[in-house]
């Protein structure tokens, strides 16, 4: 049997290391806290990429909410806290205000279910494939997400 080339070889490794990390449950990566009462921990496991520092995570939190044609928003902060001893961030989202909703008329009174989002501060975080991204959010409020990557294409500002 031959052998594989060293970046083949390196290439496997680093699939089977990655495959066992998603593997490991969240209180194998850090004590982590259970979630308070009211709330819920949901946990955002991100894959390796390789510049991170071009990625961005968007935090969708938000209700499921019968709307009209007006534009509906939660409104609440995201807050970091700080993980004591390991210096690992975790999120939580306290109180969430709202619907708020823009007037416009709706004439044909047509209602719908919809993702009503939370917006407010926090919610853009930075990539890092290396921790989860562990959030503390009220039980009735849904987690979801959304990767933003900068293009390579770079402009120069014009003096005036």
């Not at 210096?87 to 823009?102: A, E, I, N, Q």
Request: proline fraction near 7%.
């Amino acid at each position: 049997m031959g052998t594989l080339p060293f970046n083949t070889t390196v290439g496997l490794i680093v699939a089977a290391l990655s495959s066992v990390a998603q593997a490991a449950t969240l209180e194998d990566v850090a004590p982590y806290p259970k979630p308070e009462s009211g709330f819920t921990r949901q946990v955002i496991h991100l894959a390796p990429q390789k510049q991170e520092d071009a990625y961005q995570v968007e935090i969708l939190a938000g209700k499921t909410l019968t709307v009209d044609c007006n534009r509906q928003r939660l409104g609440g902060m995201l807050e970091e806290k700080n993980l004591e001893g390991w210096g690992y961030p975790f999120y939580r989202l306290g109180k969430v205000t709202g619907p708020m909703s823009t007037l416009m008329a709706c004439p044909d009174g047509k209602r719908k279910q919809d993702f009503v989002p939370v917006v407010g501060d926090g919610f853009r975080l930075r990539y890092n494939s290396k921790l989860p991204i562990v959030l503390y959010v009220p039980k009735d409020v849904e987690v979801r997400y959304r990767i933003w990557s900068a293009s390579s294409h770079v402009e120069n500002a014009v003096q005036e």
